[in-house]
């Protein structure tokens, strides 16, 4: 038996290619059953398209040695033989070219492929990178959005990633109300027809996409789901991966209206049915809307965080259940959303997506919502400079707290003034008892509140702690310059070194250390307006003595916490302490009055002493304290 040169060196690369192509499919095969489940028909018992190999071309090897073939058309052949044997009437589909097909809307740019009929890539066209490069939210490297289904046919799981899906879409710009189908299909013959359609919009983010099986009744086996696998990895965008890696979160939403996340590594199988998943990143997300029907209980994510990579930042993984009904008209509507975590363009989805930016929770998620977001984007119709913005946003909080600061003032003023009485009864009782209960009744009859200075504070520190939350999440103030910051989202460095040094990084922010020096300011400056010493004994003292401390300390950890932070926020905190200390300086000048207040201490205390609740209970709880320790004395 006798053979040319050309004709056994095909054969042996072929086999070559084989050997090397059958190891291959079996790590796939192996990772594959990691990430994919089986759903309720069990998947492992059929051959998927590449399965079954090694039979097949071994038969097709021995049926054409001594037979003079050119190794391309030998690999075809094994190729179709092996496609035609386990993907049945799918076969047809699972050779052809690739076609892109471009869609430009006045935000985004779609890149379609009739491989799978997916959108391969978005280009969000009002944004760049931290290097200003165009800002891709996701592209096909390292993205699955695949559909799998038992085929009844051929017991295969036939994977829509494999198949070439006609289209007659083309390449074209859209704007404004207009809207544009891209449907790609695959046409089973004797009306049978599987769909992904697409609904673009002419300008905006969100899309709608639905699947479309006709006449699949004998073709799916009856109550097996279609599967969704949708892997996704998340590309760095800001400049900071570590930053990003932190904000980086898996949400969800269930058929209770509950929403949850998901941000370390983690695997997890939700029970109950899902509303949508989003892949959020720091300033930008990709979701995933049931838009009638619920993806299916069971359902499973996945987070993971690539520690050795620098272009991504976590890879996100869902695999949802789609419950495919034996309709002969199956639908399952969908919508798309890929854009910026905008808060207004979120709500617009009416689907709780909103709740994937991170405004705080309860009371603080209020303050954001309801009051800080609005003042927020109304002056953003007025100017254009972000820095203004923070600057007008913080006078206007600072009015609407002026009057509680005015009453704190009032109160330290009239407690200082109170000074040398409490003194007076320090000596005349030394007993912490006595001297407690004797201090609450000069206080009832001067009509002066002990802890009337808190009452701001506590007024003011839920705001506080909103903005705390909210500027590191708002995609506004993304690479937006001020002063000598840069990015307003970002740490405004004014000394950099190489070497990282914990807690403080490898920089000093600036007005992170403007926040800290004007802190020290109004710590200062309110410990001047307050009684060296209210309470009694050595308590008190002590009390006082640590507080002078804190003057000092607290700028330090401040450094600490915010040196990282979003320029912004320290902004912010520095314009907050400014404010303070102007508000403060206005008081004292042209309102304190220690002799005014003098005389209307003394005219209260011929009046008739109106004790409230909490004087009452205090009293009460003072006397209490008395009586145990007489009893602890006999």
């Not at 192509?21 to 018992?45: C, G, L, M, W």
């Not at 990579?309 to 008209?329: E, G, M, Y």
């Not at 999440?473 to 310059?481: G, V």
């Not at 207040?597 to 002493?609: D, G, S, Y």
């Amino acid at each position: 038996m006798g053979f040319d040169k050309n004709t056994v060196i095909g054969i042996a690369l072929i086999m070559l290619i084989f050997f090397g192509f059958e190891i291959y499919n079996v790590k796939q095969q192996a990772e594959y059953e990691k990430t994919h489940p089986k759903s309720k028909t069990d998947a492992s018992k059929y051959p998927t398209g590449d399965s079954a190999t090694s039979t097949k071309a071994s038969n097709l090897v021995d049926s054409l040695v001594g037979k003079k073939t050119d190794a391309s058309e030998f690999l075809k052949n094994v190729t179709d033989s092996t496609q035609a044997q386990n993907l049945g009437s799918f076969a047809a589909f699972a050779q052809a070219n690739e076609q892109l097909t471009i869609i430009e809307n006045e935000d985004c740019i779609y890149t379609f492929s009739n491989k799978g009929g997916v959108i391969k890539k978005v280009v969000l066209k009002d944004y760049k990178t931290s290097t200003k490069k165009p800002l891709i939210l996701f592209e096909d490297h390292g993205t699955d959005f695949n559909f799998s289904f038992l085929a009844n046919t051929s017991k295969t799981i036939i994977e829509t990633e494999k198949l070439f899906f006609a289209s007659t879409a083309t390449s074209h710009k859209i704007s404004g109300d207009q809207k544009l189908d891209i449907v790609y299909k695959i046409d089973l013959g004797n009306g049978k027809s599987y769909e992904h359609k697409y609904t673009l919009n002419g300008k905006g983010y969100a899309a709608d996409f639905v699947i479309n099986a006709i006449n699949f009744a004998d073709v799916i086996p009856a109550n097996n789901p279609i599967t969704l696998n949708w892997t996704q990895n998340i590309p760095a965008k800001e400049g900071g991966i570590d930053d990003e890696r932190y904000n980086a979160t898996l949400h969800y939403m269930n058929a209770e209206k509950e929403d949850d996340d998901l941000s370390r590594d983690k695997e997890k199988t939700l029970e109950s049915p899902l509303q949508w998943v989003s892949y959020k990143q720091k300033f930008f997300n990709t979701s995933l809307i049931a838009s009638k029907e619920l993806f299916n209980k069971n359902a499973k994510i996945v987070v993971k965080t690539p520690l050795n990579s620098t272009d991504t930042v976590k890879t996100f993984s869902s695999q949802l259940q789609i419950p495919f009904n034996n309709s002969n008209a199956f639908s399952f509507p969908m919508r798309l959303y890929m854009g910026p975590n905008k808060f207004n363009e979120l709500k617009k989805m009416d689907v709780s997506l909103d709740n994937i930016v991170p405004l705080g929770w309860s009371i603080l998620s209020l303050i954001n919502k309801f009051f800080i977001l609005p003042i927020f984007h109304l002056l953003e119709k007025i100017t254009l400079n972000y820095g203004i913005i923070i600057l007008i946003l913080a006078i206007i909080i600072k009015l609407v707290t002026f009057p509680f600061t005015f009453k704190s003032s009032m109160s330290m003023a009239k407690m200082k003034v109170l000074k040398p009485e409490i003194d007076e009864l320090k000596k005349k009782f030394p007993d912490q008892a006595q001297f407690g209960q004797e201090q609450m009744k000069l206080f009832s009859q001067s009509g002066v509140s002990p802890f009337g200075g808190c009452l701001p504070m506590l007024l003011q520190m839920p705001i506080l702690i909103a903005m705390y939350r909210l500027f590191p999440a708002s995609i506004e103030l993304r690479q937006q310059p001020f002063l000598w910051a840069t990015d307003l989202s970002s740490y405004d460095a004014i000394v950099t070194w190489k070497t990282a040094i914990p807690l403080i990084g490898n920089h000093i922010s600036l007005f992170t250390i403007l926040m800290a020096l004007s802190s020290i300011l109004v710590t200062k400056l309110t410990q001047q307006q307050q009684p060296a010493s209210v309470g009694g004994g050595g308590t008190a003292d002590m009390m006082a003595q640590q507080m002078k401390i804190m003057q000092y300390v607290m700028p330090i950890m401040l450094l600490f916490m915010f040196n990282k932070q979003p320029a912004a926020l320290s902004y912010y905190y520095f314009l907050f302490n400014i404010l303070t200390l102007a508000q403060n300086w206005i008081i004292q000048k042209f309102f304190v009055d220690e002799d005014k207040i003098h005389l209307e201490i003394q005219a209260n205390k011929k009046k008739p002493v109106k004790q409230n609740a909490f004087q009452t209970k205090m009293q009460e709880m003072l006397k209490q304290q008395e009586e145990m320790k007489k009893k602890q004395g006999k």
